[in-house]
């Protein structure tokens, strides 16, 4: 059984402040693909990196994907409460189908 | 362009009756759809996986006869809980994928059995 597990579950923090969202895997994935999911509604597709050791921006988010392809992470700078949410990560596997990490719910206080 | 949705987005049913959720390519046509469950505070897990035209493909652990996909066309692809019991309350998602690219979710279908 093919296993995304994400750290930490649950992160609470100021506005401003930075963190890391991990995503690892025994298993190795042609991609992994980032999610955002808002309450009520079906996640939002943020990113997909392909190549091992591939960073990739994206405004004051920035995604890597390790040089085994079995794991990624994502860095938030300076969060603020727009980005508080539920993020998931996702293997992409048998080249269509999707694995999803266990997720992290992030809450931004102002 | 790339919107998915889904009808209805909740939904409430008594324990043994049946309930469809239609899931649409609103502006392309999906050569594939899929179908996800998640629980409270838990992550999607993929329960199926259907192409037009043809049988759907279910996950290890997913009753077919329980939740029966038909995939009619290329822009719908429709879910019946067949005989919906408590535990099978969840967040229904679909995505839909057109050839060569990402899947595109729908907004979801809160199913509440009681």
């Known amino acids: 059984t093919q296993l995304l597990e994400q750290s930490p579950q649950f992160l609470s923090i100021q506005e401003g402040e930075n963190l890391t969202v991990y995503c690892n895997s025994s298993?190795?994935?042609?991609?992994l693909q980032w999610y955002r999911q808002e309450p009520g509604e079906g996640p939002v597709l943020l990113v997909t990196v392909v190549t091992g050791g591939e960073v990739k921006k994206l405004k004051r988010l920035t995604f890597q994907f390790g040089d085994a392809r079995k794991d990624s992470s994502l860095h938030i700078t300076a969060a603020q409460p727009g980005d508080t949410g539920l993020y998931l990560c996702?293997?992409?596997?048998?080249?269509?189908?999707?694995?999803f990490g266990t997720g992290t719910r992030l809450q931004v206080f102002p | 362009g790339a919107v998915v949705s889904q009808h209805p987005s909740w939904v409430i049913c008594k324990s043994g009756t049946s309930v469809k959720i239609e899931c649409r390519s609103l502006?392309?046509?999906?050569?594939?759809m899929f179908w996800y469950r998640q629980f409270p505070k838990q992550s999607l897990m993929l329960m199926a996986t259907?192409?037009?035209?043809?049988?759907?493909?279910?996950e290890q652990g997913v009753e077919k006869d329980k939740f029966l996909i038909n995939h009619a066309s290329l822009t719908l692809s429709t879910l019946t809980v067949t005989s919906a019991h408590p535990e099978d309350s969840s967040f229904y998602i679909c995505?839909?994928?057109?050839?060569?690219?990402?899947?595109?979710f729908g907004p979801g279908t809160r199913l509440t059995v009681t």
């Open positions: 996702a293997g992409v596997y048998n080249t269509d189908k999707l694995i």
């Open positions: 502006d392309f046509q999906a050569t594939t």
């Open positions: 298993s190795v994935f042609s991609s």
């Open positions: 995505s839909a994928r057109k050839w060569g690219s990402e899947q595109y």
């Open positions: 259907s192409n037009e035209g043809s049988k759907a493909t279910y």
